[in-house]
């Protein structure tokens, strides 16, 4: 798979488990041998944690190639959007 073009999607969670945003690559991204993948999304809401769940999709978005993993994020102060 080295070379080739997928994405990631990622949805994050409010406290309460609700839904509140979807994050992915508008235009997919290159595996390489090794890196890492940053998802940055602004909300419309002040929370001070969020749960987030990421896994690889195929470049459209329609097939999974990974297993999901869950991120929990708490911030020292709430997370404010604008």
Request: glycine content about 6%; charged content about 20%.
């Amino acid at each position: 798979m080295i070379d080739s073009k997928i994405n990631a999607v990622g949805t994050v969670y409010d406290p309460e488990g609700n839904e509140i945003a979807k994050i992915s690559y508008p235009n997919g991204f290159t595996i390489q041998d090794e890196g890492f993948i940053m998802f940055s999304k602004g909300l419309n809401e002040q929370i001070s944690s969020a749960r987030i769940n990421v896994h690889l999709t195929d470049l459209d978005k329609e097939e999974q190639l990974s297993n999901e993993l869950e991120i929990n994020v708490t911030a020292t102060y709430p997370i404010l959007s604008y």
